[in-house]
């Protein structure tokens, strides 16, 4: 899939806000662990990870329905099992495959599920397979993991998941994510140490609450589970907004010279973010939940330089780097963007430079120097992850002429209706599925 963009035009309107797609997944997971009705308002339903998510527990037996243009989820699930599944049925390109083993093992003492992402063989930070933080929660709590050619098989003891210690070696969302799950469906209490509570994982506790589990925080790393020795009760709740989509909206129209109103800002999700851009002399005009971006947002004409330190919430975190990043583009000077937690998410960065002239962007490892303040020039480039996607988006929708965007599935993966609303505050852009033919506008390109 590739985007064609005609850059250059200066975006001006008012864009609201999507439910987080970090969020979203993870809610949806927390519904199943009750035969009660639940609803989900605020739900970025046109999400590609989100209706894969819905699809998948669809053919495990959930009752899903989508109301696209009320942003609405309502789940009734009175069966759940994914052992009637054929193989076929396991390979799906969804990463969170952990959240869907607490309601089969609430239900039947028995999960399965797929590989993360259909991926058999994967790195990650707990270990080689990046889904070993996972075992070590179901093994916390009584279960038998067995892996398979095709699916993930995790067993209950009789009587179902005992309440246990997890004690994380690392800060892990995921990982936090799944004990939450299934410790609230255990039998006694479980304690997580090591937690890693962010605003996305304060919505999923908001829920699991709701439903009626008996949920604890002490600190920011701290959470003790009274567990309900089976399924939980039904609720309503509106997802949160989506800290990182209110990020981009506000850096793209800093660096476009755009006139926005961006509403539905979770403002107590992104503190500290908002405390770097006044730091570089960004003056943001705000209600209760908008805030209004425009030329006279910067107080001294134009951004100043800065330095960015991407860890952990309620930091700036590493999912938010690439826009930090194109804001410096755009500062009087030279900005420097680290990231301690992810030092090698920088691909973006070599794509991100053929829109700008040489030495404007310097990368390596954990570090990022930037050289503002820069134009863009057309191109063409490749998408490398979800958020360096955007970002070189971004790049293309401020470049005057014509350029192209490989790969933009990926930008579209991070942001519910990003096309429309793109062209909504007047981006021209088309998003094409077939094979990328040579541009007409060859020119443009710079070589």
């Not at 999912?319 to 680290?338: I, Y």
Request: hydrophobic share 40%; net charge negative.
């Amino acid at each position: 899939m590739y985007a064609i963009i005609e850059g250059g035009n200066v975006p001006s309107g008012r864009v609201q806000v999507s439910g987080a797609k970090n969020s979203a997944t993870r809610l949806l997971a927390a519904a199943l662990l009750t035969e009660d009705h639940v609803e989900l308002h605020n739900f970025p339903t046109s999400l590609v990870d989100a209706q894969h998510k819905v699809r998948f527990v669809q053919s495990m037996g959930a009752n899903v329905k989508v109301d696209g243009p009320a942003k609405t989820l309502a789940i009734d699930t009175p069966n759940l099992d994914a052992a009637g599944l054929n193989t076929d049925g396991y390979d799906v390109p969804i990463r969170t495959t952990y959240l869907l083993a607490a309601p089969q093992l609430a239900r039947t003492g028995r999960a399965r599920i797929p590989y993360p992402a259909g991926c058999k063989i994967g790195g990650g930070a707990g270990g080689g397979r990046g889904y070993d933080l996972h075992v070590m929660v179901w093994e916390a709590l009584g279960c038998t993991v067995t892996e398979t050619p095709s699916y993930i098989e995790i067993t209950a003891p009789y009587g179902g998941m005992r309440g246990g210690s997890v004690d994380f070696p690392i800060s892990t969302v995921g990982g936090t994510e799944n004990a939450l799950l299934c410790a609230a469906v255990a039998s006694g209490t479980s304690t997580i140490y090591n937690a890693y509570i962010t605003p996305e994982i304060d919505d999923l506790i908001e829920l699991l609450r709701r439903m009626g589990a008996d949920v604890v925080v002490a600190g920011n790393s701290h959470i003790v589970i009274t567990g309900k020795s089976g399924l939980l009760g039904g609720a309503h709740m509106s997802v949160m907004a989506d800290r990182i989509e209110a990020l981009t909206w506000i850096v793209y129209a800093l660096i476009s010279g755009g006139d926005l109103m961006v509403k539905g800002v979770p403002f107590d999700a992104m503190q500290v973010p908002l405390i770097h851009l006044e730091h570089a002399g960004v003056d943001l005009m705000g209600s209760s939940d908008s805030l209004y971006v425009g030329p006279e947002s910067l107080k001294a004409g134009s951004i100043q330089p800065f330095e960015v330190a991407c860890g952990t919430h309620p930091g700036v975190i590493s999912d938010m780097q690439p826009f930090f990043v194109m804001l410096g583009l755009l500062s009087a000077g030279t900005s420097r963007v680290f990231d301690y937690r992810y030092p090698e998410r920088i691909g973006f960065v070599e794509e991100l430079a053929k829109f700008l002239p040489a030495q404007a962007l310097e990368a390596r490892p954990g570090a990022i120097t930037i050289r503002g303040p820069q134009g863009f020039a057309a191109a063409e480039a490749e998408s490398t992850d979800l958020r360096g996607s955007m970002a070189v988006l971004m790049a293309a929708l401020c470049a005057p002429g014509t350029s192209r965007v490989n790969g933009v599935q990926l930008a579209l993966r991070g942001y519910d209706q990003l096309e429309s609303k793109l062209r909504t505050v007047g981006a021209r852009l088309s998003v094409h599925d077939t094979p990328a033919p040579a541009l007409a506008t060859a020119g443009s390109i710079r070589p």
